[in-house]
């Protein structure tokens, strides 16, 4: 169940009025009202997450524990999806709800390195989620990755809507760096809004990651139900936890420890000033989040960025664990 007394007393502090106020607890509890089977049961984790975007539009997330080493996956609505890549599930996932409507579902992997047979399996998933048989932009897109040295892309999450027929994949790398041909791919020629937009993006994101050893890139594709979405995402995070990983206590390698909780602090502290000189943010929720983590079971998850035709879409990410 949803440790609701430790929300509400992060709310009452009124510490964080934009990250975590009354209106986000009363839609809290109104998401858990209507879904009692879901949160009542016994695998369900206690903490949320948070995706806040423009508009001060927020999604809630909430996690659970599944099987994983399987080809299968059973989704929020009872589907029951077959695919290679379920395979590789890590051993939680996440459903996100708006407006007190389950938006969609997250799930994490553990690293699958984009070759060949992952790019097929993608497109399979890809399709199952859009109902458009019709994943040749993707493929052909993804196809320009794969002969990029091994282990550049890996995939990590898929964020999939299944009442929007939408998937976004997630792909690890280890920069931000596109290719002329996948500039040009997307943004079909280097004159457009789109292509400017893109490489603007990349370029940007080169400033945030000068220590690889702070800050993980994820790159963000989308598919709806029309194809391809012509944008592309990239999503910052840290390389390390900020806490000892579950099974683990600081003490079994105090200097490791030491060493990554310290680099996850210094990524986010560099994710959070840059942001804030770009204007990416309301620079009171990026005040508010840049102590968060002081909250024992505060985690600053990262940032979203996507550049398509008419500019940037951008997006936050904390909670609790």
Known sequence: MVDLDKLISVSNTGKYPNLLNSADIDAIKEIIESNPDYFSDSTFNQGAAFIKSEGNETEYGFSSMIRTGINQFQYFDGHIGENPLYKYLGGETYAYWKNNVMSNELLVFEGVPLIDATVDAICQLTSEVTCNPDTSMLKGLLDLLVPEEFGNYEVSVAKISRIDKTIKIG????????????????????????YQNIKGLADCIDTLTDDQTNNLIEMELESNADGFVKEIGFFLSTQFMKDAPDGTNPNDNFGTYSERRESHFTS????????????????????????????????????????????LKRELIYGFN
Request: no cysteine.
């Open 171 to 194: 792909l690890l790398k280890t920069d931000s760096y596109l290719s002329e041909d996948v500039l040009k791919y997307v943004g079909t020629r280097s004159n457009t809004k789109l």
């Open 268 to 311: 986010v502290s560099s994710i959070i000033d840059v942001t804030k000189s770009l204007d990416w943010f309301p620079s009171e929720w990026l005040s508010e989040l840049s102590t968060w983590e002081e909250l024992p079971k505060g985690v600053v998850g990262g940032q979203l960025a996507t550049a398509h035709q008419d500019g």
